[in-house]
């Protein structure tokens, strides 16, 4: 059985990414270079046609929009954590042969995209693993072990701990959302601030909260991306009707792509620890100005998106369709990037 509801102030993304911008020591956000910034990338996006369709473009993602799908998203977005790999010390695009992946219909696939492939496979094979009675109460951890089986030298990182969120999130929608997410979400009654609160409240692996500066900051990747995936691939209708998804930020993980737009300024000693590939301590004073920094440097470019009257057609860009380009964007230009990723090892991303 989980625990009783937990009900606690949530501190805002926006207003955390802000105050800890304005008392960062490691990170700065070049103000001169927003608009360059904007200006990029609302070019791009329109030769791109960026809008919440391209989430169902992309191959491992469900074709189908129905309850079952929510079921697939709340999965993924759950154990949508730390696939970078130890194997990949250069940090190019091309992966390490050893480093973890899930051959998937002939394909191999690394990072996010082997989740997406493992989750597919199990549900290939007969397994119902997005089932949360399943995953929460039924499997062994074995089984749920053998969901993330390797095709390479390297294991999937951390799972145990992926046992233990798919435990917990199980047995939290079993118990108090009647074994689906899509009861969330309807209990939201079509406000993403209204679900976020609902998820970090409930499910403890989506409490991406930390302290910056001696005050409680949330960063929330995990948790906002669970509901911008579910409001892209429904295309902001039925299941994804959020009447302020505009309120949703970016999603804070590894974001060399903001430092090499110029969004993003390193001070000299953190370049260095990146470039030795130190580990940063989930929630230490470095990746927390990463991360905040990242949503305030994001938030900055749309707001002079609107107040500049850049866009001129299609859907608004929101900060959710710019963090897609940028997810986008940092893969297809890894090679060129001039700083690494930074190494955390955390459930939060």
């Known amino acids: 059985m ?9 501190p805002s993304v926006l207003e955390s990414a802000k105050f800890i911008a304005e008392n960062s020591k490691h990170v700065q956000i070049p103000m001169e270079n927003i608009e360059y910034a904007a ?11 960026y809008s919440t369709k391209t989430w169902n473009e992309h191959a491992l993602h469900p074709k189908t929009a129905d ?21 990949d010390s250069q940090d190019a695009s091309a992966p390490h042969p050893d480093r973890y992946s899930v051959v998937y219909k002939g394909k191999s696939y690394t990072g996010y995209w082997s989740l997406c492939a493992a989750v597919n496979r199990a549900l290939d094979n007969g397994i119902p693993i997005t089932d949360p009675k399943f995953y929460g109460q039924d499997a062994t ?24 969120v798919m435990r917990e999130a199980g047995n939290v929608l ?50 906002q991306i669970l509901i911008a995936d579910i409001w892209a691939c429904f295309d902001g209708q039925t299941f994804g009707r959020f009447d302020d998804i505009d309120s949703i930020t970016m ?4 974001r060399q792509a903001l430092y090499y737009l110029g969004v993003l300024r390193y001070s000299p000693e953190l370049i260095s620890r990146l470039k030795r ?11 927390v100005e990463i991360r905040g920094n990242s949503i305030w440097s994001v938030e900055l470019v749309r707001r002079y998106i609107a107040e500049h009257n850049l866009q001129t057609s299609g859907p608004t860009i ?10 986008d964007f940092a893969k297809e230009h890894q090679d060129d990037m001039l700083v690494p990723t930074h190494c955390t090892r955390s459930c939060f991303y």
């Not at 200006?39 to 046609?49: D, E, G, N």
């Not at 294991?155 to 701990?161: F, G, L, R, W, Y």
């Not at 409930?202 to 949330?218: A, E, M, Q, Y």
């Not at 929101?318 to 997810?327: E, H, K, S």
Request: proline share 4%.
């Open 277 to 287: 590939r130190e580990n940063l301590p989930t929630g230490c004073p470095e990746e």
């Open 67 to 87: 309850r079952s799908t929510v079921d697939w998203i709340f999965l993924v977005d759950l154990l949508n954590f730390s696939f970078w790999s130890d194997a």
């Open 141 to 164: 951890d074995e089984q749920l072990a053998t969901i993330f089986e390797s095709d390479t030298k390297e294991k999937v990182p951390m799972v145990q701990e992926r046992i233990r």
């Open 174 to 223: 079993c118990d108090r959302f009647e074994g689906s997410f899509v009861n969330c979400i309807a209990r939201a009654g079509g406000s993403a601030q209204t679900l976020l609160s609902t998820i970090v409240q409930n499910f403890g692996s989506f409490r991406d909260i930390h302290t910056f500066c001696g005050r409680p900051v949330s960063i929330l990747k995990r948790a």
């Open 318 to 327: 929101n900060a959710i369709l710019i963090d897609f380009y940028i997810w």
């Open 251 to 254: 999603f804070a993980d590894y």
């Open 2 to 10: 989980t625990g009783p509801l937990i009900q606690e102030s949530i």
């Open 39 to 49: 200006k990029a990338i609302v070019k791009s996006m329109k030769v791109r046609s």
